[in-house]
Every structure is written in structure tokens, then in C-alpha cells.
């Protein structure tokens, strides 16, 4: 891409690269952007992409959630479908609660790869429930904004942000106002355990509810109440609840008589995003798109978007299935096919539980599959994962490593993309939440014409 030569090709003079390393560093840690104690980004240019690029992405990612929410309908309505997901039975009775509002999923994130020789995407997992990086994508992106490479580089070149943080408050004052059906400004909680590695984005999101004037407090659920007909959080009642915290671990911990799950079986407070967000976020959700039983829910240009963009994925059971026009016994396939498999947990994050079929041996991997017999997951066939180059600058010199990236667009109410982020890896698995690798913001740049 012209761009990113041309924006290395100005991080060659070192004096530009190291002044934007010690601007961006300053700007990290000022802003408090850290993960789990390590700085949030390590290198030194964002993810570039073309207008066209962003407008065919974001084109791909609405005819997903198209069929996300066919099959969602189909699943609330279709109990045989619905076992589908692999629910636990107490979340079967939670996803079937009203929320207040029309939205599975007000605010998500879909993680995807895209193969730069053919263009295509390949979609690895769709965060429905607690989708986070809005906030430090909006803080990296006014960080990079500044730099002196970056200020050198729009002397010739457009860059236009993608900030995502107005998107998570419209969303949640659009279910508020739906819950209610008042244009009042509600109390907000930011729920979450409060030694999670992202208690910083709950800054960051507290400063800017506040900033549209609406109060916000950051409170671990284990200190709320509900009495008189109200939760209550922080000191005082609270009208809408940000959920951070995932629904397996509060049930888990705290089990069904919580505060929060009374409450909002009770629409005594607003939720986003809600318990049937459950369905959507099961990685067995992809299973339910792309299994040929599941065909006649979609139509036929449907299907090509499934065919093209979510990879072959199945629920691992024992069952005769179909790959690619190939009737196949599931379990002795993936036995024999490690090297082109993943196995995921179907409701885990940040990587956990994770195994890659090509990095372990032939015995580990049948354990890993028994063990996926036992514990509901899902199998997964490989996808390419893309590289870029991406400086850094140490030692006093600059570096250029090819890193493996993502695409995770932002998603609102299940239909239109706002903002993006992107996270690099050196390693096969990209994800920050596993230990390590950087998130960096995503411009969309073309050249100045005048």
C-alpha cells in the first residue's frame, strides 16, 4: 500500500522516529494506557486503510449481522434450534427474559482476518456480549493524531479517525429511551469485577458518559442491592447498567438470586447488552450459520455471505457431517485433520482454552479433542492470518517486523459498523487479553488531491 510506504519512508529519519516514539510513549502513559500492566501498543504506525477498503468491510460485516439476527429470531422461537448454541440451562431461561428493547446486541464486535491476496474475510469469533477496546481505541487514535510522523504525513495524504466511544453511548441511551420510554438522562453503572485488567477503559468511558452529562459510577457487582424495586449502585439507584462484567462469571460467583439478574428479570433497570445477547455470543453460533441442517433459514444469497466469510465450523459431538460437499464422521475427521483445525471453548475469552491443531503433537491433540467432547466446543477449520509490516524503535534504531493482524469492527444494534480496531501479534494467536501483542486504531487515508 502507497501509504504505508510512504509513512515509513518518513520513519526513516531518525530523528522523526525517535521524537514520535517518545511523544506516543509520553501519550501512553499519561493516558494511563496499559493492559494488565503492559503498555497497550508497542508500535509506532497505525493500520491503514483505503475508503474503498472500509466501505467493502464495512458492506461485509452488515450482511453478517444480517444473518446473525435471522438466525437469532429463528432460535427464540425454535427451542430444537436453539440447543443448537449449547446453552447451560439457566442461561436458556435468562436469554428467554425481555430486556425492554428490540436489540440482541446493542453494542458488539465481530473478530476477523482479512487475506490480503484475495481480499476476503474470514470471520473467527463474534463478541456479542462485552466487546471491549472502544474506549482505548478512541484514546490511541487521538495519541497517534499527534505525532510528528503522523503530522509529516498529512501534508500529503487525508486520514480520517474512526472513533467508536459515541457509538457505545448512543446505543445504550437508544435502549434506555426504548426500555423507558423517557428522554431522561438515566444513572449509569459500569459493572464489572474490580480487578479486571480493563478497569482503565471504565475510566475512559466514565469521562466520557460524563462528558454528555450523564452521571456514571464504576461498581463491582459483588456491592449492589435491590431493594424498594430498585438496584442500586455507587450510593444511589441506577437507571442503566454498562455491562462489562460477563454473565457466566456474575451467575457463576453470585448465582441467580444477584441483585443484577433479579433486577433485570424484573425490568426494574435497563441492561446493555442483555441476557439474550447469550445466543449471538456462543462461538457454536457460527456452527448454527454455516451447518448444511440450518440451510433452508437463509436465503441464497445468504448463504453465499455465510459460504464466503464464516469459516466450516461445527459443535464437536459425536455426528456425521458435511465439509465441502464431503459426508464426513466428525470426530475421527478432526482426529485426522489437526493441522488445519482449531478447537474452541464455546463461551470462554481472551484466548483461553484455545488450542491451534498445528502447533501441538498428534497425541496432545486427540486428548485436547476428548477433553472437547466432555465440555462443549466448537472445531474450526484455519484461516490465513494476514501480516503487515510495523515499526518500532528501539536501541536508538528503527525496526520494521511483519506482525500478524486482525479486523474487529465495531458493530451497533446489530446492523451498522462504527469504528474499528485492529490487534498484532507476532504470534498465532492475536489476542491482547492472552499476554501479548498491541492494539492499534485503524485511519481510513487517501491521498490529498489539492
Not at 280 to 307: M, P
Request: hydrophobic content about 45%.
Amino acid at each position: 500500500m502507497e501509504a504505508i510506504a510512504r509513512y515509513h519512508e518518513i520513519l526513516a529519519e531518525p530523528e522523526v522516529a525517535e521524537a514520535s516514539h517518545a511523544m506516543l510513549d509520553a501519550e501512553l502513559r499519561r493516558r494511563n494506557m496499559v493492559f494488565g500492566g503492559r503498555p497497550l501498543c508497542t508500535v509506532l504506525r497505525p493500520r491503514f486503510l483505503s475508503a474503498d477498503g472500509y466501505r467493502l468491510l464495512a458492506g461485509r460485516m452488515q450482511a453478517l449481522m444480517r444473518v446473525f439476527g435471522r438466525a437469532h429470531a429463528a432460535a427464540m422461537t425454535d427451542p430444537a434450534l436453539r440447543a443448537q448454541f449449547r446453552l447451560a440451562d439457566w442461561e436458556e431461561t435468562l436469554v428467554l427474559a425481555d430486556p425492554g428493547y428490540q436489540s440482541a446486541s446493542p453494542h458488539g464486535r465481530l473478530d476477523c482476518f482479512e487475506d490480503p491476496a484475495t481480499g476476503g474475510i474470514s470471520l473467527t469469533e463474534y463478541n456479542a456480549e462485552t466487546p471491549a477496546g472502544a474506549g482505548f481505541n478512541d484514546l490511541l487514535t487521538e495519541a497517534f493524531a499527534a505525532i510528528p510522523v503522523m503530522r509529516r504525513f498529512r501534508r500529503q495524504w487525508d486520514i480520517r479517525p474512526l472513533p467508536a466511544r459515541a457509538g457505545v453511548v448512543s446505543v445504550l441511551l437508544d435502549a434506555w429511551r426504548e426500555f423507558s420510554g423517557r428522554w431522561e438522562r438515566p444513572r449509569i453503572a459500569i459493572v464489572d469485577w474490580d480487578d479486571v485488567p480493563t478497569v482503565v477503559e471504565f475510566e475512559i468511558f466514565r469521562a466520557c458518559f460524563e462528558s454528555y452529562g450523564l452521571e456514571t459510577v464504576i461498581v463491582d457487582p459483588r456491592t449492589m442491592e435491590y431493594r424498594g424495586g430498585r438496584l442500586y449502585g455507587g450510593g444511589a439507584p441506577v437507571d442503566l447498567i454498562y455491562k462489562r462484567v460477563l454473565i457466566n462469571e456474575l451467575v457463576e460467583r453470585e448465582g441467580l438470586a444477584h441483585p443484577i439478574v433479579r433486577a433485570v428479570r424484573d425490568r426494574a433497570v435497563c441492561m446493555v447488552n442483555p441476557f439474550r445477547c447469550k445466543l449471538l455470543h456462543k462461538k457454536a453460533s457460527l456452527a448454527v450459520l454455516s451447518d448444511e441442517r440450518n440451510a433452508k433459514l437463509f436465503s441464497a444469497r445468504e448463504r453465499q455471505v455465510i459460504a464466503d466469510q464464516v469459516p466450516w465450523t461445527r459443535v464437536v459431538e459425536e455426528r456425521h457431517t458435511v465439509h465441502r460437499d464431503e459426508r464426513i464422521d466428525l470426530i475421527p475427521w478432526i482426529v485426522e485433520q489437526r493441522d488445519r483445525l482449531v478447537l474452541k471453548p464455546n463461551d470462554d475469552y481472551g484466548g483461553a482454552g484455545v488450542v491451534l491443531g498445528w502447533t501441538v503433537s498428534a497425541e496432545e491433540w486427540q486428548a485436547e479433542v476428548r477433553k472437547a467432547l466432555a465440555v462443549p466446543y466448537i472445531v474450526q477449520e484455519r484461516v490465513v492470518v494476514p501480516s503487515e509490516p510495523y515499526p518500532t524503535w528501539s536501541d536508538g534504531r528503527l525496526h520494521l517486523m511483519d506482525r500478524m493482524q486482525d479486523t474487529a469492527p465495531f458493530m451497533l444494534h446489530g446492523a451498522a459498523m462504527d469504528g474499528c480496531l485492529t490487534r498484532l501479534s507476532t504470534a498465532a494467536l492475536l489476542n491482547v487479553t492472552a499476554g501479548g501483542g498491541s492494539t492499534v486504531p485503524v485511519f481510513v487515508v487517501e491521498p490529498r488531491t489539492s
